[in-house]
T-cell receptor, first 115, second 114 residues
Framework: NAGVTQTPKFRVLKTGQSMTLLCAQD?????MYWYRQDPGMGLRLIHY???????AKGEVPDGYNVSRLKKQNFLLGLESAAPSQTSVYFC??????????????FGQGTRLTVV | KQEVTQIPAALSVPEGENLVLNCSFT??????LQWFRQDPGKGLTSLLL?????REQTSGRLNASLDKSSGRSTLYIAASQPGDSATYLC?????????????FGKGTKLSVKP
């Protein structure tokens, strides 16, 4: 019963390096999301996807790219990491529809430090 | 623009006490409201989801209420235990967005002392 799985759990990057965070869900959810959590700022939506092959910008998309080539996977990319991207990143998934009794499920997070 | 506020930011109580966590939101046009628990260094665990047509939801020692007209939700924890120590977050879906497209409060950090 894996739910939402994020890889890796921890990473340290040097400024300017690139990396990809992987999110995988086994609940057959249509929608997937990437959030970042920062002290004093709470959780903020970076990008999201409403289905395979689709992506959309959230609240704080700059400096990130995403891809949803398969329904179960949602990738978050940092092309040129900056210290301001030091954060804890959370992936989430949910069934489609508004106002339905459907919950959002979150992964365990990826703690990223950019030095 | 929807804003979600949680007060207090931190709360410390002795074991066994009943307590209430507060969540307020500025736009009452919400589909539902979700309460989460976050343990240090961990992800978010969904506790309760209240639909806009509901006034309460209960799960074990937890009871969440929703008053859309006043823009408030409360999470009541009965007979608190040290294992309840965590940060509690409330969130509402962004208007027009899907269930996981959420606006979060900054959380209340709860500490239950033995």
């Amino acid at each position: 019963n894996a739910g939402v799985t994020q890889t890796p759990k921890f990473r340290v990057l040097k400024t300017g390096q690139s990396m990809t965070l992987l999110c995988a869900q086994d609940m057959n959810h249509e929608y997937m999301y990437w959030y970042r959590q920062d002290p004093g700022m709470g959780l903020r939506l970076i990008h999201y996807s409403v289905g395979e092959g689709t992506t959309a910008k959230g609240e704080v998309p700059d400096g990130y790219n995403v891809s949803r080539l398969k329904k179960q996977n949602f990738l978050l990319g940092l092309e040129s990491a900056a210290p301001s991207q030091t954060s804890v990143y959370f992936c989430a998934s949910s069934p489609p529809g508004q106002g339905l009794p459907a919950e959002a499920f979150f992964g365990q997070g990826t703690r990223l430090t950019v030095v | 623009k929807q804003e979600v506020t949680q007060i207090p930011a931190a709360l410390s109580v002795p074991e066994g006490e009943n307590l209430v966590l507060n969540c307020s939101f500025t736009d009452s046009a919400i589909y539902n409201l979700q309460w989460f628990r976050q343990d240090p260094g961990k992800g978010l665990t969904s506790l309760l989801l209240i639909q806009s047509s509901q006034r309460e939801q209960t799960s074990g020692r937890l009871n969440a209420s929703l008053d859309k007209s006043s823009g408030r939700s409360t999470l009541y924890i009965a007979a608190s235990q040290p294992g309840d120590s965590a940060t509690y977050l409330c969130a509402v879906p962004r208007y027009g967005g899907s269930q996981g497209n959420l606006i979060f409060g900054k959380g209340t950090k709860l500490s239950v002392k033995p």
